[in-house]
T-cell receptor
Framework: GESVGLHLPTLSVQEGDNSIINCAYS??????FIWYKQESGKGPQFIID?????DKRQGQRVTVLLNKTVKHLSLQIAATQPGDSAVYFC?????????FGSGTQLTVLP | DAGVIQSPRHEVTEMGQEVTLRCKPI?????LFWYRQTMMRGLELLIY????????DSGMPEDRFSAKMPNASFSTLKIQPSEPRDSAVYFC?????????????FGPGTRLTVT
């Protein structure tokens, strides 16, 4: 099966700085990768995804990087804002199922 | 679209009682997933359905848990009898089944407390 781990359970950044959240996975056959954001009292919300045939994908202020050689995934948030404070989960997909990591709590400092 | 709808949002019950959680997926989505979230174990997949048929229930903790999907617009997760260790937030998610995306859309969750 798949196991997904996050490098840091918590991350604090100054407002305006860039944030990087990392994730490692175990199954080299996994073909789909996704980042979710979860605010307190809410369900996870989609941020960005990437398939295994890509190594980088950009959205609005967010970039996901995939390194299949070392089975590593990262989420970069540019110019972090107070509204970015939340728990961030990576999830790794295979055959429609997603396996979630344990989450990184991002705190944006004023 | 209203998104995935779950009810109730909060449930407090006593040990031994039956609990039923409800979910209405996004219209047109072929896949429905039930998850449990706790501080200790994070987000765990319990069961998922494709076109109303259960595909994988290997995450269901034990026989006290059961899930049904009688039609494309409704699913239930039942716990009978409930125990204090079942206390968690239960999420339902649906997915359109696109070939290029496994994105799942989550509901707001049901916070279950078993005393």
């Amino acid at each position: 099966g798949e196991s997904v781990g996050l490098h840091l359970p918590t991350l604090s950044v100054q407002e305006g700085d860039n944030s990087i959240i990392n994730c490692a996975y175990s199954n080299s056959a996994s073909d789909y990768f996704i980042w979710y954001k979860q605010e307190s009292g809410k369900g996870p919300q989609f941020i960005i995804d990437i398939r295994s045939n890509m190594d980088k994908r950009q959205g609005q202020r967010v970039t996901v990087l995939l390194n299949k050689t070392v089975k590593h995934l990262s989420l970069q948030i540019a110019a972090t804002q107070p509204g970015d404070s939340a728990v961030y989960f990576c999830a790794v997909g295979s055959a429609r199922q997603l396996t979630f990591g344990s989450g990184t709590q991002l705190t944006v400092l004023p | 679209d209203a998104g995935v709808i779950q009810s109730p949002r909060h449930e407090v019950t006593e040990m031994g009682q039956e609990v039923t959680l409800r979910c209405k997926p996004i219209s047109g989505h072929d896949y429905l997933f039930w998850y449990r979230q706790t501080m200790m174990r994070g987000l765990e997949l319990l069961i998922y359905f494709n076109n109303n048929v259960p595909i994988d229930d290997s995450g269901m903790p034990e026989d006290r848990f059961s899930a049904k999907m009688p039609n494309a617009s409704f699913s239930t997760l039942k716990i009978q009898p409930s125990e204090p260790r079942d206390s968690a937030v239960y999420f339902c998610a649906s997915s359109p089944g696109l070939a290029y995306s496994y994105e799942q859309y989550f509901g707001p969750g049901t916070r279950l407390t078993v005393t």
